[in-house]
């Protein structure tokens, strides 16, 4: 975990997300919270992580997403040296995306 974040005012805002029971709740807070431009990145962010784990190249990253080879990259390293946050929620949701 980056020391850097690690808060008092991370931790509320991270009890805050905690709370919320549906997506609904989500949709509530997070268009409260975000602009509209922030909840879009953050999204994107995600689902470049996402196509990235299924081995999809950068230029059909780019060509889907609308996100720049940095923003890829970017995600890209937290997936290969980051904290494993994102492969911690897509084992979580996995089984829910197969339900549908």
Known sequence: MNKKIKTEAVDYLFDA????????ECYSFFEDLCTVNELLSLSQRFEVAAML???????EIAEKTGASTA???RVN??????NDGYELVFERIEP???EK
């Open 17 to 24: 997300v905690l709370s919320l029971k549906d997506k609904e």
């Open 53 to 59: 784990r299924d081995h999809k190249t950068y230029l």
């Open 71 to 73: 923003t890829i990259s």
């Open 77 to 82: 390293r937290s997936l290969n040296y980051g």
């Open 96 to 98: 829910l995306k197969n």
